[in-house]
Nanobody
Framework: QVQLVESGGGSVQSGGSLRLSCIAS??????????LAWFRQAPGKEREGVAR???????VIANSVKGRFNVSRDNVANTLVLQMNSLKPEDTAMYYC??????????????WGQGTQVTVST
């Protein structure tokens, strides 16, 4: 089993920053096996990938947030971080930490966190 616990969400004005963190744990989790990712889902919309990072540290950022968001992981502390800058109202969503052997799409994810809400106001 793998448990993922997110923290760091909240409300911020447009142009502000937030830092989301996720801690991975459980008997089934090994950092050199799983990619980690952040997905988000706004009301009435499908869950979409925001950023993913392989076990070796190769990061991919979605075009919609490229230049504003950065993703990193610490394989010793088993943590995943999403640094979000220059936030826009359209970034408002529930953000989910995810882990899996593959992280290209939500259907490939094996484990999900409970989510943390990000709200960006004008």
């Amino acid at each position: 089993q793998v448990q993922l616990v997110e923290s760091g969400g909240g409300s911020v004005q447009s142009g502000g920053s937030l830092r989301l963190s996720c801690i991975a744990s459980g008997s089934g989790y090994t950092s050199n096996r799983y990619c980690l990712a952040w997905f988000r889902q706004a009301p009435g919309k499908e869950r979409e990938g925001v950023a993913r990072i392989s076990a070796l540290g190769t990061a991919v950022i979605a075009n919609s947030v490229k230049g504003r968001f950065n993703v990193s992981r610490d394989n010793v502390a088993n943590t995943l971080v999403l640094q979000m800058n220059s936030l826009k109202p359209e970034d408002t969503a529930m953000y989910y930490c995810a882990a899996g052997e593959w992280c290209y799409s939500a259907t490939e994810i094996g484990y999900w966190g409970q989510g943390t809400q990000v709200t960006v106001s004008t």
